[in-house]
């Protein structure tokens, strides 16, 4: 593969602004790819392997910042560690405010995982991974042996055209959808589940010949993918209601356009068809939702409709006033868009195609498997060799669609075999800030019911215990609870901590009898020791200066705004404080300019970026 330098950093494409928006610990928007060998995993090699393949995709080593208006990825000098499996299957890896990597390679007995927050790639990108990674892993283990190295992708792919931006490359205002034309979808049905129900995520796998199927999806005179997508349809209907069967079944069935559109990007490039049935109306057998199926899928499925489809999101993304909305807010808008978006689908079916493997390498893997973290049931499937392998997830009770499933496929003739996929014991580590945080957070409030208590017992005192207690309390648990929260960030945390801790000041001055202490002294000295902080924060754990730069700014920015409108308006009594604190910030800001001027023109780039 030809090297080229690729990008400093980059913006997200379209799909990724979902993902970086919408994910949590209910959906951590995160897949996983994995290989199983015939063989134990060594973990040296396996690493060894890593190093190699990251040398050929390097894209991969990214981390998500925070602009302005957008997320962005930026280049990371952090290097991943393989380790043993350790923790639930594609538990969170894009933690906010936590500078890390945005996938994770580990093993456990003869599996070799690879899991990826979606933002970062698609199912397409992280298979070409994993198969350079198995290849290179497997060359140095039995390299010895006579096996030869093999290229799997075109030499002729640069960094370049795995960082493009597909998305935006065919973007075209003339193939957007005229106001009126796309037709309102009903709203599917819904799985029920009870409250609280959404717990760990259960994995059932399974295999099923290519050929048993294929010939079974030639009989009905349609693909594998349609016709797994028409069973899938049938099983959930058989454990609904005929009052639920008033809304239709509906899939949502990922589509890779670089079918439909020349690429080489390793970004998200995919769109969806939304394949349903509406149970109730006739006899409903499986050829019925065979038929309808196809027709959807042969409707769907067309270059001018995944151009349609893509240009509309695309527009969305473009529309002047999401593009100008702050991040935190469009964040919140976005997260509740998935979450109604959720209701047009009941489930989801993902193929993520064949997975190919030079002929000399085959002899040592036994399978490939894919799987993703979702809020609903999911199904994803791959093939390999003569093996089609089906991967249910789900944070509920889906056990009855799966049986369905399985036995409607056993009726027409394929035969199914149960994996049981092994896992672990389970080692989530605990987390000992949480529960102290806890524990704060219950004294705090011991401490208010008994300043209450005695205030309430001290009829003829005027109340004053209370309301000290409680304000002191309050401020105290802010500051803690934004430190915790904050605390994947130190330079970010230092930045609330000034906010919390003046305006905090601001309030406790005004509502004990406005002194001005506030604003004589707290806010201009915490400015002085906040700013302080950062420098020496910044040189004890932080090299580069785009890592510390926009805190710096806001920083200073802050301290020299805010105290001048005070100073200005004769708000403040004591000046030499406030003059002191301004100077200090300007300084700090000029010597930001002066000495670090090319990083502080690309943070502002970054970080304003629209």
Known sequence: MQQSKGAYWRKLDNAAKLFSAASNKRDTRVFRFYCELKEEVIEEKLQQALDITLEKYPIFLSVMRKGLFWHYLEKSSLRPIVRREYREPCSMLYVRDKKELLFEVTYYKRRINFEVFHALTDGTGASEFVRELVKNYLLLVHEKEGLKDVVLSKETITVDDQEDDSFSKYYSEQFLRKKGEKKKKPKAYQIRRSRGQMGSLEVTEAEIPVKALSAKAKEYGVSMTVLLTAIFLCAIHEKM?????????????????????????????????????????????????????????????????????????????????????????????????????????????????????????????????????????????????????????????????????????????????????????????????????????????????????????????????????????????????????????????????????????????????????????????????????????????????????????????????????????GAVKVAVPTVICIGFSVILLAALIIFKGREFREEMEKKFHV
Not at 255 to 265: A, E, G, H, T
Request: glycine share 6%.
């Open 241 to 569: 209601t005929k009052r639920q069967e008033e809304k239709p079944v509906v899939l949502m069935v990922p589509v890779n356009l670089r079918k439909y559109f020349p690429s080489d990007s390793l970004l998200n490039f995919f769109s969806w068809i939304e394949p349903g049935y509406k149970f109730g109306d006739k006899e409903d057998t499986l050829k019925d939702v065979v038929a309808k199926t196809a027709e959807i899928f042969q409707r769907d499925l067309t270059k001018e409709n995944m151009t349609r489809t893509m240009n509309d999101y695309i527009r969305f993304e473009m529309n002047p006033i999401l593009r100008f909305t702050p991040l935190e807010f469009k964040n919140l808008c976005i997260s509740a868009g998935a979450r109604f978006s959720e209701k047009d689908v009941t489930a989801i079916f993902s193929n993520m195609g064949i997975i190919h493997m030079p002929e000399e390498y085959v002899p040592y893997i036994q399978r490939f498997g894919v799987y993703t973290s979702t809020p609903k049931v999911e199904l994803c499937m791959c093939s390999f060799e003569d093996m089609v392998y089906l991967g249910f997830t789900s944070r509920y009770d889906s056990t009855n669609i799966k049986r369905n499933f399985f036995r409607i496929l056993e009726e027409l003739g394929v035969p199914v075999k149960r994996l049981e996929p092994e896992f672990p014991d389970e080692a989530k580590e605990a987390n000992l800030g949480l529960r102290v945080f806890k524990i704060f957070s219950f004294l705090c409030i011991v401490a208010v019911v008994a300043a209450v208590s005695v205030d309430y017992l001290n009829a003829s005192e005027p109340i004053h215990l209370s309301l000290l207690v409680s304000g002191g309390v309050l401020s105290m648990w802010l500051a803690l609870a934004m430190g915790f929260y904050k605390r994947h960030n130190l330079l970010k945390n230092a930045m609330w901590q000034l906010l919390i801790i003046t305006i905090g000041c601001f309030i406790w001055d005004g509502a004990t009898g406005w002194r001005g202490w506030s604003v004589d002294f707290v806010l201009p000295i915490v400015g002085v020791i906040i700013q302080v902080s950062m420098v020496i924060i910044s040189r004890i754990f932080y090299r580069l200066a785009k890592d510390y730069m926009i805190y710096f700014i806001m920083a200073a920015g802050y301290s020299i705004i805010l105290p001048f409108i005070l100073l200005l308006t």
